[in-house]
């Protein structure tokens, strides 16, 4: 089992930035595979971006091109630095891990795929 915590939500204003960070903890060897999902109430979950080995990313097309996945394996943390922020943006922010892969990674957008999650992390936009 992967323990993952998430920081780094809060209220921004439309075109602002934030960068959230996922830590984590335990048997870290299966979490080489990791994704960002993002849900709001009422709506179905949403994949924003995965992350393999050897640095491969993966985004959705709603956030390609100003949001960045990325990893630190020394740290155990993954990050998502997201720019140009709109209330569409608004969500409360996950990391997850697929603990079933550990060298050939599926880079799946889909929550299906992935066994450990983290409490979430809100971000607010407004417009």
């Known amino acids: 089992q992967v323990q993952l915590v998430e920081s780094g939500g809060g209220s921004v204003q439309s075109g602002g930035s934030l960068k959230l960070s996922c830590a984590a903890s335990g048997n870290v060897i299966r979490a080489k595979c990791m994704a960002w999902f993002r849900q709001v109430p009422g709506k179905e979950r949403e994949g924003v971006a995965a992350i393999g080995r050897y640095g491969i990313t993966k985004y959705a097309d709603s956030v390609k091109g100003r949001f960045t996945i990325s990893r630190d394996d020394a740290k155990n943390t993954m990050y998502l630095q997201m720019n140009n922020l709109g209330p569409g943006d608004t969500a409360m922010y996950s990391c997850?891990?697929?603990?079933?892969?550990?060298?050939?990674?599926?880079?799946?957008?889909?929550?299906?795929?992935?066994?450990?999650w983290g409490q979430g992390t809100q971000v607010t936009v407004s417009s």
């Open positions: 997850a891990a697929d603990r079933t892969n550990t060298f050939a990674c599926s880079m799946s957008l889909g929550a299906q795929q992935y066994n450990d």
